[in-house]
């Protein structure tokens, strides 16, 4: 799955625009990418770890001159360690439940805002009956 399948798939379920859902996995991303160099673990229960390894200097082999020895550097690389509950559901020991995901839209949808015109006509009349009736 790449990054437009992934953000089609969240689209189905959480029923958000593609680009809110692009914006938050954009977020999420950077989050994560900026905690990780700043040498902070994260960790997100039952998924998984994402942490700053560090890897020691080594000698390597040229692949196309075996007998040509390679000094490698030292380097920081990313990584990931797999929660117990990801690694249960993927050797089978239990099942993947799907997420229960109620939107609040931040919008109000068409038939909100007809019922709050719907009830603020009838004040107006009934002040304007009031008025006319002094």
Do not use: Y
């Not at 998984?48 to 030292?74: C, Y």
């Not at 089978?92 to 006509?121: N, R």
Request: charged letters at 30%; proline letters at 4%.
């Amino acid at each position: 799955m790449n990054r437009a399948e992934l953000i089609d798939e969240i689209v189905k379920i959480t029923g958000q625009s593609k680009t809110e859902v692009r914006d938050n996995i954009s977020a999420f991303i950077h989050i994560i990418t900026s905690s990780i160099l700043k040498g902070h673990k994260v960790t997100l229960v039952g998924f998984g770890t994402f942490e700053q390894r560090h890897r020691r200097a080594r000698t390597g082999v040229n692949p196309q001159n075996p007998s040509q020895k390679l000094k490698i550097a030292a380097a920081k690389v990313p990584a990931f360690r797999a929660g117990r509950e990801l690694k249960s559901i993927i050797n089978g020991q239990s099942k993947l439940i799907a997420p229960k995901i109620e939107i609040k839209s931040s919008k109000p949808s068409k038939s909100s805002s007809i019922k709050k015109s719907a009830a603020k006509k009838p004040a107006k009349k009934m002040s304007s009956k009031k008025r006319s009736r002094r």
